[in-house]
Structures are given as C-alpha cells and as structure tokens.
C-alpha cells in the first residue's frame, strides 16, 4: 500500500503562485509515476500533470503548460507541483496521485491517491 499526504494549497489572488507538494510513503518502490489531479465544485476529476518516478519524463494538460511545473525527490519520495501565474479558474481541490504501470492520464491509471487540499484563486 502507498500512503499519499498533500499540503500547500491556500488562497492566492489572480497572478499568484503556490507549491504543492506530496509525500509518499509505505510501498513506495511500487511505483512508476505519480500525478496531480483537480477538481472543481461541480466538475469531473481532471488531470492536471504527471511525472515518470525515476526517469523526468513529464506530461501537462494543455491549460496549465508553461505555468506549472511538475518535479520529484526520488530519494525522499517527495513531488512537488509550481503553480504560477494563478487564475480563478485554477481554483478546486489539488489530488496526488501514484499509479503502478506506464499508462497515464485518466482516473483509472492511478491505484493510489491522496485526501486532496484546496487551492482557491480570487480575482
């Protein structure tokens, strides 16, 4: 079993910048990238960015590409996510997830994830 725990989510206003971070813990030589997902009131879980564990190899969803930045510390199995350049429509609840396998992108990749924590951008 993997145990995922976000922090760093707050309020920020537009134009703004937050770090998230999520710590893994438990099995972690299971797995083989981990990602962070969102979720706004009302909307479906969306994939926000992924990162191959151990090799950098990264993925954004088209909305976020060149203003948030996915990273990890394989050694203290740590990643993180950069938000930069913050809108409203950011705001939502932040998941970390881990998946065991090479496929990404949708909900169903991943076997793990964390309790989520809110991001919350104001105009």
């Known amino acids: 079993q993997v145990e995922l725990v976000e922090s760093g989510g707050g309020l920020v206003t537009a134009g703004g910048s937050l770090r998230l971070s999520c710590a893994a813990s438990g099995a972690t030589f299971v797995i083989d990238g981990m990602a962070w997902f969102r979720q706004a009131p009302g909307k479906k879980r969306e994939f926000v960015a992924d990162i191959q564990w151990g090799g950098d190899r990264t993925y954004y969803t088209s909305s976020v590409k060149g203003r948030f930045i996915i990273s990890a510390d394989y050694s203290r199995h740590m990643m993180y996510l950069q938000m930069s350049s913050l809108q409203p429509q950011d705001t939502a609840v932040y998941y970390c997830?881990?998946?065991?396998?090479?496929?990404?992108?949708?909900?169903?990749?991943?076997?793990?994830w964390g309790q989520g924590t809110q991001v919350s951008v104001s105009s």
């Open positions: 997830a881990a998946r065991r396998g090479s496929t990404y992108y949708i909900t169903g990749d991943y076997q793990y």
